[in-house]
């Protein structure tokens, strides 16, 4: 078989980028090792409700704001959206006390300000910066000289050296960084780029789905094969061949136990870039530097997850997130090492909209930052051979999970009528993410060249894709497939709708 391009994975940015492909004229395919297409999108079902994987909220969806407008791009804005609420659209606990979080620039400065008077002034110039990073992510698209250089003065400053320098109380910093546990908070490395960006869309507005992230997949694959793409699901991709300096095709393995050959011009990885030039064996173009510069990055954590199914009419339903901390965390910035050391010490509790329009939730999930290392020792196993000690491991954490999780909602241990649990093996397992990491490669700001990829890699019509590049996250991710198919068919066809 034959294409213009083939996509190797179809996790968001291989779905988004065969969207835009397509769209744009070229006969297209995706490849899918997995049955269920989707990779953190998909979801999954337990006694009767679905569960998602990855996808829990957005920012930046309102009208006119950057995600609404890449959304409706890709045909997703009739998806059943819920707004959280503005005036708290994030609670964050800390020492027993909670911290709500407004949506709106001058409504989060004047939020937190409230709580916060002695730091005014340094609460109104940070939430003005907030706005002013947040409207130029897409200048490395509208304007790619000064937009690569002012994304890139940001990406080489650190995230907590910045939050140190501006604000005297520890506790405002812990407020201010209470709701990243959507990204990997490492004092030493973390860009302020990284920092600043994510929580901006946030402020701008909050959202869910009432329903599964697998709607966002089902909506893209719907639009792929109306634009007369395919989509192989069950197909994996055992190797990428280079012929005379270029890719000629991939050599795929099918459910059937077939092997077969898929040609094309164009070849965009949404694996990791570790995986990805695994499956290239032989290659002109990528010397061993590139190789072994590619598999020393080293990966955000992972998570593990508590999916709950609540007996009726007992928990209400909150339109906002919890992020609980343990008490003797004395700033969330330590959540990374401490996760490290196989510690549970910050949450975030999620609820998904009640299909009814009811009062009460009827499943939630908890999620608390997890290392690869503390499930490292069970990583030749799978989830039909996982041994008793691991079962038991889980079992202790989802306790502890539950802990936390009370501290917001009272009676939720006596609410719970099922527990599901998973750790990054278990990512790993059904998305393919290495160590089952969050976020991908972990972004250094002392050394960008090395942890920073573009989209281009050494073989001329290979390129990369998804959350390793540029930003993680459903918006980071939607950016950055534009910002891969602007290399092969130019920014014009599409960058006009972002203007």
């Excluded at 990583?379 to 999970?401: F, H």
Aim: proline share 4%.
């Amino acid at each position: 078989m034959t294409f213009d391009a083939v996509i190797l994975g179809s996790g968001l940015g291989g779905l988004q980028c065969a969207y835009i492909l397509a769209k744009n004229g070229k006969k297209v395919c995706v490849v899918e090792k997995n049955g269920v297409p989707g990779g953190c999108l998909q979801s999954f079902r337990r006694g009767g409700k679905e569960f998602d994987t990855g996808f829990h909220y957005v920012g930046a969806l309102g009208r006119g704001q950057i995600l609404e407008k890449l959304f409706r791009y890709f045909g997703l804005m009739e998806l059943p959206w819920h707004q959280l609420d503005t005036d708290g659209f994030d609670e964050i606990v800390l020492k027993g006390k909670s911290y709500i979080l407004p949506n709106g620039y001058e409504g989060f400065a004047d939020g937190i300000s409230r709580l916060f008077p002695h730091q005014e002034k340094q609460i109104r110039d940070y939430s003005s910066f907030l706005q002013d990073v947040g409207s130029k992510i897409t200048d490395p698209l509208i304007k790619p000289g000064d937009g690569f250089f002012s994304v890139n003065k940001l990406l080489s400053k650190n995230a907590w050296d910045f939050l140190q320098n501006s604000f005297r109380d520890p506790c405002l910093i812990n407020v201010l960084s209470g709701n990243s546990l959507k990204l990997e908070l490492k004092k030493e490395t973390l860009p302020l780029y990284t920092f600043a960006q994510i929580n901006s869309s946030y402020i701008q507005s909050a959202w869910r789905l009432k329903g599964s992230g697998s709607l966002i997949a089902e909506t893209l694959i719907k639009g792929i094969k109306s634009f007369g793409g395919e989509v192989y699901t069950s197909t994996e991709a055992v190797e990428i061949v280079e012929k005379n300096g270029k890719i000629e095709h991939i050599l795929v393995n099918r459910k059937d136990g077939e092997r077969e050959k898929i040609y094309a011009d164009t070849f965009i990885s949404n694996l990791s870039p570790q995986l990805t030039l695994q499956l290239v064996k032989e290659s002109s173009c990528i010397r061993p530097v590139f190789r072994h510069r590619i598999e020393k990055l080293e990966q955000t954590y992972g998570f593990f997850t508590v999916n709950i199914l609540l007996k009726e009419g007992k928990v209400p339903y909150f339109n906002r997130n919890f992020y609980c901390y343990s008490p003797d965390v004395e700033t969330v910035w330590d959540i990374s090492s401490l996760a490290d050391q196989g510690k549970i010490k910050g949450v975030l509790v999620s609820q998904q909209v009640p299909q009814d329009e009811g009062r009460f939730a009827t499943h939630l999930d908890i999620l608390a930052p997890m290392s690869f290392a503390t499930v490292k020792q069970w990583k030749d196993t799978t989830p039909a051979t996982r041994p008793q000690s691991y079962k038991e491991y889980k079992a202790k954490m989802a306790e502890e999970c539950i802990r936390m999780a009370c501290s917001v909602i009272p009676n939720l241990k006596d609410s719970i009528l099922k527990t599901y649990t998973s750790t990054p093996l278990t990512y790993q397992f059904y998305t393919g993410a290495i160590q089952g990491t969050a976020y991908g490669i972990r972004k250094d700001c002392n050394n960008l060249i090395k942890t920073l990829l573009a989209p281009k890699t050494p073989v001329p019509n290979l390129f990369f894709t998804g959350q390793n590049l540029n930003l993680h996250g459903v918006l980071g991710v939607s950016i950055t497939s534009l910002m891969t198919c602007s290399e092969i068919l130019g920014r014009e066809p599409l960058v006009s709708f972002l203007e």
